[in-house]
């Protein structure tokens, strides 16, 4: 059985970083791309960052250049540093397993970011 434990979520202020973790369970990540999505308070959840196994990344434009998404096959888990935030990345966030039928997320880790 496939299971996704994100973790690492906080409040935090304008400008500040943190960093999201998942570990995996039941499954061997390094066969698979990752990804992180996030849902915003009334939004639909959306892909934020990519990575394939050998460790290519894509991101969405909203963030590039503050998130930078990592693996490391070795402890099978996936991580997402996530710099100079803003109150715009409010949201659950949540890992994901990037399977041929689609998506397979984790239950997600809170992220407020609030002056």
């Known amino acids: 059985q496939v299971q996704l434990v994100e973790s690492g979520g906080a409040l935090v202020q304008p400008g500040e970083s943190l960093r999201l973790s998942c570990a995996a369970s039941?499954?061997?990540?390094?066969?698979?791309?990752m990804g992180w999505y996030r849902r915003a308070p009334g939004k639909q959840r959306e892909l934020v960052a990519l990575?394939?196994?050998?460790?290519?990344?894509n991101y969405v434009d909203s963030i590039k250049g503050r998130f930078t998404i990592s693996r490391d096959n070795a402890k099978n888990t996936v991580s997402l540093q996530m710099d100079s935030l803003e109150p715009a990345d409010t949201a659950v966030y949540y890992c994901?397993?990037?399977?041929?039928?689609?998506?397979?997320w984790g239950q997600g880790t809170q992220v407020t970011v609030s002056s």
């Open positions: 990575i394939t196994g050998d460790g290519r990344a």
């Open positions: 994901a397993v990037e399977f041929s039928t689609g998506p397979y």
């Open positions: 039941g499954i061997i990540l390094a066969n698979y791309r």
